[in-house]
T-cell receptor, first 111, second 113 residues
Framework: ETGVTQSPTHLIKTRGQQVTLRCSSQ?????VSWYQQALGQGPQFIFQ???????GRGNFPPRFSGLQFPNYSSELNVNALELDDSALYLC??????????FGQGTRLTVV | GESVGLHLPTLSVQEGDNSIINCAYS??????FIWYKQESGKGPQFIID?????DKRQGQRVTVLLNKTVKHLSLQIAATQPGDSAVYFC????????????FGEGTQLTVNP
């Protein structure tokens, strides 16, 4: 166990809806990154948050947004869901930019 | 763009054999490399890392080799066990990327009893 927890574990949404995924980082960690992992592929970086500010973003459209809270937990929000958004969403936390520890992920299915 | 890739999508070995999983990277600015293990339904689990100023690092039953000349990374698992069956990813990071990791597509390792 890494100490990084994500909720919910599974989620089914309809195309066009909005979704919020949550991540509780490991105690003492101040950096959170989010990744999207399509079936059979490696995780793709979405963005990272450092001390409550977005600090780096991958090749994802603006409908992917996030927040980091004072306790360093984080949310990933996706608006106007598309079928291709179906994936495992992973959260990773670290202290500053050191080794990242991943959560178990949230399996999102868009129908 | 820059990416990290793996040579083989699947690898099947007998229990007790040594396994070697390979990875090619293209970003010469990368200065930190990590191997992750991902079991079905779980998030990636850190195995071992290596910095670009090293060419070899050993852990418990695992060794990572880095060849910067040909931009090649490998993970060696000694005395492979059924519990080693999983997908293995290499990932890279560079100094200005913060905690951002660039992953390859993964190699599925199957250990036959």
């Amino acid at each position: 166990e890494t100490g990084v927890t994500q909720s919910p574990t599974h989620l089914i949404k309809t195309r066009g809806q909005q979704v919020t995924l949550r991540c509780s980082s490991q105690s003492g960690h101040n950096t959170v990154s989010w990744y999207q992992q399509a079936l059979g592929q490696g995780p793709q970086f979405i963005f990272q948050y450092y001390r409550e500010e977005e600090n780096g973003r991958g090749n994802f459209p603006p409908r992917f947004s996030g927040l980091q809270f004072p306790n360093y937990s984080s949310e990933l929000n996706v608006n106007a869901l598309e079928l291709d958004d179906s994936a495992l969403y992973l959260c990773a936390s670290s202290w500053e930019y050191t080794e990242a520890f991943f959560g178990q992920g949230t399996r999102l299915t868009v129908v | 763009g820059e990416s990290v890739g793996l040579h083989l999508p699947t690898l099947s070995v007998q229990e007790g054999d040594n396994s070697i999983i390979n990875c090619a990277y293209s970003n010469s600015a990368s200065d930190y490399f990590i191997w992750y293990k991902q079991e079905s339904g779980k998030g990636p689990q850190f195995i071992i890392d290596i910095r670009s100023n090293m060419d070899k690092r050993q852990g418990q039953r695992v060794t990572v080799l880095l060849n910067k000349t040909v931009k090649h990374l490998s993970l060696q698992i000694a005395a492979t066990q059924p519990g080693d069956s999983a997908v293995y990813f290499c990932a890279e990071k560079w100094e200005t990327s913060g905690s951002r990791l660039t992953f390859g597509e993964g190699t599925q390792l199957t250990v036959n009893p």
